[in-house]
């Protein structure tokens, strides 16, 4: 169960009677379906003042890095601030109406997806404004999975500000004790964790954002993300394979063996796309098994570049290696592509 669910068999809220802000999305449901804002609201020991939404809002419809302006809920009447419009933490006067703030994200675990930065900047804002922080957990499909370079200073972005690996394991309430413990600029934040127990495989998969369309989207995501800075390349982003397959119209040819040392079972196939049929791969994770995905993608762009040159990937029209970079956390990892070698975090689990 997670902690949502965990929190309406309570006998009591936590610090009863607080006027209380939610940072919360769609997805922030129980397994039955009921929403945290509509439990909150029905609780007599709650007072919602105020809602907070990440990127893509509190419905979850924005497109990836589309603007969203604040709004009014339709039916409590009370303001939801958007936390990806005119800034990405919120400001002291949003926090000066509430006691409690509550948080429930359904995220990756993924550090460049940017549920995890919008976590930091909230309890870094709470902390500064004295207002004690109650997270509700959720378990991530990369749960306990770590792999990928370190966040490198002078890299910190929007897509990479907490200072862990790309994949880095943690559900969100297990990343704000850690961050807590680490982070001075935290050490004084009042914080509460309701955990999750067991797993959310038999639950209805509820999308946390537009093209996280499944389970093995999510699983895959850290493996094609890069698709967002490396140009002509199709990972049906958003369609029924979203994220679950790389495809391109001069794929190289590549040793399948080699691809089995990553814990995820990769077919090549002809993938098709709105340009025609390009030869790729399509992934699929294996869920509660090992696997290093950030590995599995350098080892993917290790053959691009022995076929093509490292222009393919980071030159040319609409390549981004600044992108790349942020999305990284580090520019070592493009450097060490460009220069033929392996960084230091690419350790294949087998062979």
Not at 190 to 212: H, K, M, Y
Not at 257 to 279: A, C, M, S
């Amino acid at each position: 169960m997670n902690g949502l669910d965990h929190l309406v068999r309570l006998d009591s809220f936590p610090r009863s009677g607080s006027r209380v802000g939610l940072l919360c999305h769609h997805a922030s449901c129980t397994r039955d379906h009921h929403h945290l804002v509509d439990i909150a609201n029905a609780s007599s020991e709650w007072d919602v003042q105020c809602i907070f939404t990440p990127e893509h809002g509190f419905t979850g419809k924005a497109a990836p890095g589309e603007r969203i302006d604040h709004s009014i809920h339709s039916s409590l009447e009370v303001p939801i601030y958007s936390l990806y419009g005119e800034t990405r933490s919120p400001k002291p006067e949003w926090l000066s109406t509430i006691d409690l703030l509550v948080i429930d994200l359904k995220d990756l675990g993924v550090r460049c997806y940017t549920y995890a930065s919008t976590l930091f900047l909230m309890l870094r804002a709470c902390a500064e404004q004295g207002i004690p922080v109650l997270i509700l957990d959720r378990p991530t499909p990369l749960h306990g999975i770590t792999d990928g370079p370190d966040l490198e200073e002078g890299h910190e972005s929007f897509v990479g500000l907490i200072p862990l690996p790309v994949v880095y394991g943690y559900s969100q309430g297990e990343l704000a004790v850690y961050l807590k413990e680490t982070l001075p600029e935290l050490r004084r934040l009042s914080l509460e964790v309701i955990a999750f127990t067991g797993e959310e495989e038999n639950d209805p998969w509820i999308p946390p954002s537009p093209a996280i369309t499944s389970v093995q989207s999510a699983l895959c995501y850290p493996v094609t993300v890069w698709s967002e800075a490396i140009p002509n390349v199709w990972v049906d982003r958003g369609g029924a394979n979203s994220f679950q397959v790389w495809a391109m119209p001069d794929f190289p040819d590549i040793d399948m063996q080699n691809y089995q040392l990553f814990g995820y079972h990769i077919e090549e196939k002809d993938v098709k796309t709105p340009r025609g049929l390009w030869r790729g791969l399509h992934f699929t994770g294996q869920r509660e098994e090992p696997c290093k995905p950030i590995c599995l993608a350098h080892h993917l762009f290790k053959d691009i570049v022995s076929q093509h040159g490292h222009n393919r990937l980071f030159e040319g029209d609409g390549a981004r290696p600044e992108f790349f970079d942020q999305l990284a956390g580090t520019s070592g990892w493009r450097k060490s592509l460009i220069q033929g070698t392996d960084p230091l975090f690419f350790q294949p689990l087998r062979g």
